[in-house]
Nanobody, 127 residues
């Protein structure tokens, strides 16, 4: 049984930082493209940042220079570090797992490519 369990969400003021973790079980973690998506009420799920098994990373322009992603293959964990948070970053953040080819092919933003998802964790940034 595949499980992705996120933790670390919360509420911060603008300019603050948060760190989200996602622990994965039931798959060969090192073979997966791992990503963080976010989804605000009434909006589509948006790809934020991704990392492949070889630590190549990909991110959307709005978070470049503020968000970083890392993974620990020995602990089956992917971490999203968010700095200089803005109110527009407020959302439910989900971690997703996809075949490695999804990252390599440049398709990491496409949520339909992901096989597995976590339950989500709320991030709220106040002005």
């Amino acid at each position: 049984q595949v499980q992705l369990v996120e933790s670390g969400g919360g509420s911060v003021q603008a300019g603050g930082s948060l760190r989200l973790s996602c622990v994965v079980s039931g798959v060969r973690f090192e073979h997966y493209c791992m990503a963080w998506f976010r989804q605000a009420p009434g909006e589509e799920r948006e790809g934020v940042i991704a990392i492949n098994g070889d630590d190549t990373t990909y991110s959307t322009d709005s978070v470049k220079g503020r968000f970083t992603i890392s993974r620990d293959n020995a602990k089956n964990t992917v971490v999203l570090s968010m700095n200089n948070l803005k109110p527009e970053d407020t959302s439910v953040y989900h971690c997703g797992a996809a075949s490695a080819i999804v990252c390599y092919a440049g398709s990491w933003r496409e949520s339909v490519r992901y096989n597995y998802w976590g339950q989500g964790t709320q991030v709220t940034v106040s002005a």
